[in-house]
């Protein structure tokens, strides 16, 4: 029997098998990931979140944030009327923890982004070329660590004034040392590897190397990374925003904490005023913090063999 032009296999380009490949370890990673009971949960409690934040326009009214049309009374107690009862303004609690999390969530992953970038290229630099450059890089990592994150913070936000893209600018500045040690130490050992010095007898750069055969590798170490940088992150911003040090004119859970304690409403009982933001903030970075383990577990080789 003869075989046509048409039963011969198609042959696939470079590209369509990369595609592949990506495609085959992205399933096998999610599968992993799904078995990770903790993980699953981190995950469903920051979609919700992630969803509140996106639909917050349909849920509440933006109205309901301006002081000069609230009408309610003054820190009254959760009612049919007001479900997590009112602020010291007469505002709705449920309304401001509503807008207050696209603010979190914003300042959080846009300031991890920042910090990921700065600590990735800062970490893979000192880590491959070595010399002075690494050196420096090295020691400016160390400068920054050395240095409390808390203190620094507070400093560079007092300088810059209080603005929502300023805290953002903050948060992701002092944030990526950390990044930066992890992804140097990555660097190091990747650089040592076969693959790595087969490139460079054949004639590879340096930033050839780096962008085909080091950032792909360091990448899984990158995002696991991240989702811990993210909870972080949302911390810093709801404790400089509850020092004074946020944006005064948009509503954060963070800012939320800070209009009840200059209120009084810990030491007036007020407790759904103080207890629904914190308990938000608890969760998001416990969401985080269960992705992020996760995530690390599943990427790790070392890890997941040990469980």
Known sequence: MTTTATDKPRQLSASQLARRRRMAAWKRTWGQFRRHRSGMLGLVILVFFVAVAL??????????????????????????????GTDENGRSVLTLLIWGARVSLFVGLLATLISMVI???VGL?????????GR??????????????????????TVLGRGLFNIVIVIGVTSWPGTALLIRSQTLSIRE???VERAQAIGAGRWHQ?????????????FANTTLTVAIAILTETTLSFLGLGDPTRVSW??????????????TGCWWYVVPPGVCV????????????ALEEVLNPRLRARR
Do not use: C
């Open 125 to 133: 630099i000192s880590g491959y070329f070595g010399g002075w450059v």
């Open 55 to 84: 639909l917050a326009p349909l849920i509440a009214s933006s109205s309901g944030l301006d002081v000069t049309k609230a009408n309610g009374p003054v820190l009254a107690p959760p009612s049919s009327d007001y479900v997590l």
């Open 254 to 267: 963070g800012t939320m904490l800070n209009g009840a304690y200059e209120a009084g409403a810990i030491t």
């Open 136 to 157: 420096i890089t090295f020691r400016l990592t160390e400068w920054f660590l050395t240095i409390p994150f808390l203190p620094l913070a507070i400093v560079m936000s």
């Open 282 to 293: 608890v969760l998001v970075v416990l969401a985080f913090t269960l992705i992020g383990q």
């Open 193 to 195: 590897r076969a693959y």
């Open 210 to 222: 780096l962008g085909r055969h080091v950032l792909p590798n360091v990448m899984p170490m990158v």
């Open 119 to 121: 600590g990735t290229l």
